[in-house]
């Protein structure tokens, strides 16, 4: 077992939403591999991208709000995955 398979996201980000930022829309599960958090992140990152060049190009509002929060969800895991990497150094 390498060092990063043994490594795990620490289930602290959250990502809020609503007046304030007050409400919390969702939270990284703990125990994800790092690996798969991070990989999963670039994945939605692929989606963010198609769905903001068709958002614009296409004047859909929706899908530049679809962007926006799987971006969210990308960053939560990507946050989360770097706090679970820094624990065991």
């Known amino acids: 077992m390498t060092i990063e398979e043994t490594r795990f996201t620490v289930g602290k980000t959250t990502f809020f939403q609503g007046e304030n930022q007050t409400y919390p829309l969702f939270r990284v599960e703990?125990?994800?591999?790092c690996q798969a958090a991070r990989e999963q992140a670039s994945e939605l990152m692929g989606y963010v991208r198609d769905l903001s060049i068709d958002g614009l190009m296409?004047?859909?509002?929706?899908?530049?709000?679809?962007?926006?929060?799987l971006s969210a969800l990308a960053k939560?895991?990507?946050?989360d995955a770097e706090l679970g990497m820094a624990k065991h150094l």
């Open 76 to 79: 939560a895991l990507l946050d």
């Open 30 to 33: 703990a125990g994800i591999p």
């Open 58 to 69: 296409e004047d859909k509002p929706q899908l530049l709000w679809a962007s926006y929060y």
